[in-house]
């Protein structure tokens, strides 16, 4: 009986020990985005170590070695070796299956050694990407993390895209992005196993790709007049004599290094050539390609509608186009050229003789049979130089060029059509394809495009048509992420709207629709933010956020807010007060009701912690609430806010102009009358304005607060001047005006109208709340 006690102890003491380094692999262990075709779990690892040996046939393979290995060294402080001889065990070893597809890739790990077999590089290439993310996300590190286990679980992946198309186009005109962002952006394309860059390098804003025979398009057309201090929408029209000093240019020997850094992750570089229209910046280096020769400068900032484009009626514009081309091919080896080919408004071919000429000798009835002509004509030239076109869906109008693959960006109709006449598709609808969309409530957003594409409404995304046919949809080659960079001035802002967002496409464009679940994907999604913490990828985390949206009961004066988030059941909890968010926090269930002026703070929690950002308001009630508005001058019947009282519900509107809570004037002036319905004491009024000078939305420029007690005589109180300023940003802002207390029913406020904006635009002015204190 003595002997038996210390057996149980060791016997029991070496289950646990074996527990712990035997730990079960688990599907939760392994966190890959976009998300792999087949993945068996075994049990065991395989340990990377400074005597781990890549066994590479040939210098491409040691070139996609390379990128692990250095990883490697940077993080962990070893450098596994090359090697061409096959050890007996630890090491990573390449296989080709010719009968595999291009981009396809098997991975088998064991103790002793990984293989990765694939056709060729692309596969190659993926498989480590895959080890990359079976790794700790500490391999990111450009530092050395000790604490961290160089391994991964023992497992087979068999995997392939869904897709063949994924891509991503960065709008280098708007903003002039550099060779090291471009750099930059195709190592993160490669993590998440997208193959495309689709480099929009035309548009008018700024010419940005050396063309050799025509110096003038970067010498003069990559170079705006520096309005970067006012809003996109709201700059004003430049002077051709104006020098620019805002802007820059890939040279063509940039733009080759950027394409072999590509090749070598299998991401081929599309680029955009636009014609006929958004080339304002060739007319301003150029005027004879106009229809007029009319001398523009290179536009600061938003044009619409845009008339000066291309003439299409004379042979030198074709020339001309033809010799810009015959440079491009030079520097870029993709099957495509993109042509453009969107928003063309063609007043100017209506006029233009020679382009009149042109539609009569060809009998071309109007002129989108004209632009068809256009762009039928480059198509055939690049097709001679065994080359392909893509253009915008516009391309359909007036009839699509033969052999053209169109990219769908108004909605994904256009697609639709050009799949059933039996052409290739790349489906980037804007919805929820631009990238320069809202993620997340505009308050909390930096400033964006006026529409909403969240994280959950990317991963929903298909680029196949329900509609489709089977047919049709073998023509969908993929999709593809558009980021127009409007509002996007450097790349920290970029980073920002691309990712996560650009996760979520990735996978689907990668993974199989039945392989596909939003809310695993988002239990897979922390361990890719951690890795793009140790990189320092400027990310959103807008996905995380709680937001509100409160609906008042007049009657009862109570405002009801409901919490929401992008997760579906989400584990939202609150607190009123100053209390601060932590474990004592109220589970949100069902909307809270308020009765006086409340501060609330949110927070979505994983684990019973907060994460991401938490969201904080106060809701203010005033004397105001619920009271009788009359209005001297009427609001917009587009602006109409929540009715009659919508001025005095205390819901306050938001950066999002169209949040159904703002009332608006355009050129008048706002004059109304909030009466309390019986005699109150007060001694301040507040005016909740907006300014979005973009959006043509400009403060007021004087307020002014008169009372009286039976709206016949009135008293001014209080009188605030606010002088027309730019103004880049979207932004919210309150008139407080405070008076000697007093005792009164009717409170009037005057707020007086910009009513024309600089560039000589009719202003609008837009109030929510007039709170009475
Ligand atoms: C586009 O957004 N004009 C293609
Ligand atoms: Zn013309």
């Known amino acids: 009986m003595r002997i038996l006690k210390p057996i149980f102890i060791v016997f029991f003491m070496t289950v646990l020990s074996n527990a712990y380094s035997q730990k079960i692999n688990t599907e939760k262990d392994i966190q890959l985005i976009p998300k792999p075709k087949q993945l068996v779990i075994r049990q065991g690892k395989f340990q990377f170590s400074n005597e781990t040996k ?61 293989t990765i077999t694939a056709k060729g590089n692309a596969g190659f290439i993926y498989g480590l990407e895959s080890i990359r993310q079976l790794l700790p996300e500490a391999i990111e590190s450009k530092s050395i993390i000790t604490s961290a286990k160089w391994e991964i679980p023992n497992l087979t992946i068999t995997d392939e895209p869904r897709f063949q198309w ?17 750099i930059e952006t195709i190592d993160r394309l490669a993590m998440l196993k997208m193959n495309v860059l689709h480099l929009h390098l035309v548009d008018d804003q700024g010419w940005r790709i050396e063309i050799k025979k025509y110096p003038k398009l970067t010498e003069v057309g990559a170079w705006r007049v520096d309005q970067e201090n ?16 805002y802007g820059g240019f890939l040279t063509q020997e940039e733009l080759k290094e950027i394409v072999k850094y590509a090749a070598a992750k299998n991401i081929e570089i599309i680029p955009e050539i636009e014609m006929p229209a958004h080339v304002s910046s060739a007319i301003a280096a150029y005027p004879e390609l106009a229809c007029f020769n009319q001398r523009i400068g290179v536009p600061s900032g938003g044009l619409w509608p845009i008339t000066d484009i291309y003439c299409a009626g004379k042979e030198t514009t074709f020339e001309f186009l033809q010799n810009v081309i015959d440079e491009v091919i030079t520097i870029f080896p993709s099957k495509y050229i993109h042509i453009g080919g969107d928003e063309a408004t063609k007043t ?56 053209a693959t169109v990219m769908s960006w108004r909605g994904t109709k256009g ?16 919805s929820p394809c631009y990238f320069n969309f809202y993620q997340g409530p ?17 991963y929903e995304f298909d680029p196949v048509v329900d509609t489709m046919t089977p047919q049709e949809a073998g023509h969908v080659l993929g999709g593809q992420a558009n980021l127009w960079a409007e509002h996007i001035t450097n790349p920290k802002a970029s980073e920002y709207m691309i990712f996560p967002r650009l996760a979520a496409l990735s996978e689907v464009l990668w993974s199989s629709k039945e392989n596909r679940n939003w809310n695993n994907f988002t239990s897979r999604l922390p361990s890719l933010l951690k890795r793009y913490d140790y990189l320092g990828i400027n990310y959103a985390k807008s996905a995380y956020l709680v937001t509100a949206s409160a609906v008042a009961d007049l009657d009862k004066k109570v405002i009801n807010v409901t919490l929401k988030n992008e997760f579906q059941n989400p584990d939202i909890r609150y607190v009123l007060g100053d209390k601060s968010i932590d474990h004592q926090a109220i589970k949100y269930v069902n909307p809270i009701p308020f009765k ?81 319905e019986k005699v109150q004491s007060i001694e301040k009024v507040t005016i909740g304005t907006l300014e979005s ?81």
Request: aromatic residues 10%.
């Open 415 to 430: 697609g639709t059509e050009a799949a059933k006449q039996g052409h290739d598709v790349i489906m980037s609808p804007e």
């Open 166 to 182: 994924r891509g991503l186009m960065l709008d280098l005109s708007r903003h002039f992005f550099d060779k090291n962002y471009v």
């Open 230 to 245: 006012a809003a996109w929408n709201a700059r004003l029209v430049t002077n051709p004599d104006e020098k620019g000093t």
């Open 442 to 458: 505009q308050n909390e957003e930096p400033l964006a495009f006026d529409a909403y594409n969240p994280l959950n409404k990317v």
């Open 54 to 114: 890549f066994v590479v046939n040939g210098d491409s393979q040691k070139e996609i070695a390379s990128v692990l290995i250095h990883k490697f060294e940077t993080a962990a402080g070893f450098r596994p070796e090359i090697s061409s001889k096959i050890p007996k065990k630890n090491f990573i070893q390449f296989k080709v299956d010719a009968t595999l597809n291009k981009e396809a890739y098997l991975l088998d790990v064991n103790e002793k050694n990984i």
């Open 596 to 676: 006086e002026t409340t501060v609330l703070k949110a927070s979505l929690f994983q684990n019973d912690k907060p994460i991401g950002k938490t969201f904080t308001d106060t809701i203010v009630f005033h004397k105001g609430f619920g009271h009788k508005v009359n209005y001297l001058t009427p609001y917009s019947e587009s602006y109409k806010g929540d009715g009659p009282f919508g001025m005095v519900n205390t819901i306050r509107g938001s950066k999002n102009f169209h949040d159904g809570q703002w009332q608006a004037w355009l050129v008048n002036d706002m004059e109304i009358i909030v009466d309390l």
């Open 693 to 773: 000078q973009g959006a043509g939305i400009y403060f007021p420029t004087q307020i002014k607060v008169l009372v009286s007690n039976d709206s016949i005589n009135y008293k001014e109180v209080g009188k605030i001047m606010r002088p027309f300023a730019v103004n880049v940003n979207s932004e919210l802002k309150e008139f407080k005006i405070n008076f000697e207390k007093r005792d009164v029913r009717f409170v009037k406020v005057i707020a007086t109208n910009l009513k024309k904006s600089p560039r000589g635009d009719s202003s609008w002015l837009f109030v929510d709340e007039i709170l009475v204190n």
């Open 348 to 403: 100017n071919w209506d006029k233009c003789p020679n382009c009149q000429k042109r539609m009569k000798d060809n009998g071309l009835k109007d002129a989108h049979e004209l632009q068809s002509y256009f762009v039928k004509r480059m198509e055939k030239y690049i097709n001679s130089k065994g080359k392909k076109i893509i253009g915008w869906d516009e391309i359909l109008e007036g009839g699509l060029a033969p052999e």
